[in-house]
């Protein structure tokens, strides 16, 4: 008991460190870029103008590597997500001590699954940096291919895709009913911020969440198909969602929320409980 006190203490004093929350705070501007690029390829897929660049968060990375000071934009991006997570995986292991039984579960499961994909984005921003990062969608291909062709592989393919999509839905959810509020210094807001950021949120996390459970069900059905080329991640979501009846105008929507958590994500950054 003594030495899980200990752990929580040490990390209780690792999270409330002023440099974590300075750079887990520039991280969420940094994700919020990341965003804003995003939907605009989104956009470029729904009006076929992609130019063979991925619908998803690499292909935003490779996008800002070739702007000006494009390189250097992306170490900055990669420190405040490495920071962001720091922070949410001491919050899964952790953290979320306001809250009591399934809420408390979920809100650490929450973070786990964060942490991923702020890790995840943040070596991603290295690699591009270091000109070295391939085709993600492609790579999660071949990924893919390569689980199912093992005993059991199947399965596992698609408990990873229950488990992207569960996580997409859980979004959506959590952005209707507006959960992220709670997440958010609102006493800070004026009300007009606070409108702004409550409608941005709703929206925003409908979006992303929408997309993450549309890439979940493509993996599901590829394991279920034995065909991995379903298997691409968000760059096949989008694609497979332009090409539904009245697809460009739905991943136009779709875009526009992606956009819209961009810029809340800046709200964030000044106003999200670190």
């Known amino acids: 008991m003594s030495l899980t006190r200990n752990a929580e203490a040490t990390a209780a004093q ?90 408390r579960i979920f809100e650490r499961i929450a973070s786990g699954f964060r942490t991923a994909i702020y890790l995840w984005l943040a070596w991603t921003a290295v690699k591009v940096f270091q000109d070295a990062a391939s085709n993600s969608a492609a790579k999660q291909e071949a ?71 549309i890439a979940g069900l493509l993996i599901i059905v590829a394991a279920v198909k034995y065909d991995p080329n379903k298997a691409r991640g968000l760059d096949a979501a989008l694609r497979t969602l332009r090409d539904q009846s009245y697809g460009p105008v739905l991943l136009t929507l779709m875009a526009l929320g992606i956009a819209a958590f961009g810029i809340y994500c800046f709200l964030q950054s000044r106003f999200r409980r670190v």
Request: overall charge positive; cysteine-free; aromatic content about 10%.
């Open 143 to 213: 990924l893919t291919g390569k689980l199912m062709s093992s005993g059991g592989g199947r399965w596992l393919v698609g408990l990873i895709g229950l488990a992207i999509a569960a996580f997409g839905i859980g979004m959506v959810i959590y952005g209707l009913k507006k959960k992220f509020l709670a997440n958010l210094r609102t006493g800070e807001m004026s009300p007009k911020t606070y409108t702004l950021a409550r409608r941005l949120g709703m929206v925003g996390y409908a979006a992303r969440g929408s997309v993450f459970a």
């Open 14 to 103: 690792a999270a409330n460190s002023r440099w974590l929350e300075l750079l887990a705070r520039a991280g969420f501007i940094g994700y919020g870029i990341v965003h804003l690029l995003f939907a605009w390829l989104a956009l470029q897929i729904a009006f076929g103008k992609s130019s063979g660049k991925e619908g998803n968060q690499t292909g935003a990375l490779r996008t800002l590597a070739g702007e000006p000071l494009g390189r250097f934009l992306l170490i900055a991006i990669a420190i405040g997500l490495l920071a962001m997570a720091i922070w949410q995986g001491l919050e899964a292991a952790f953290g979320h001590r306001d809250k009591r039984g399934r809420k």
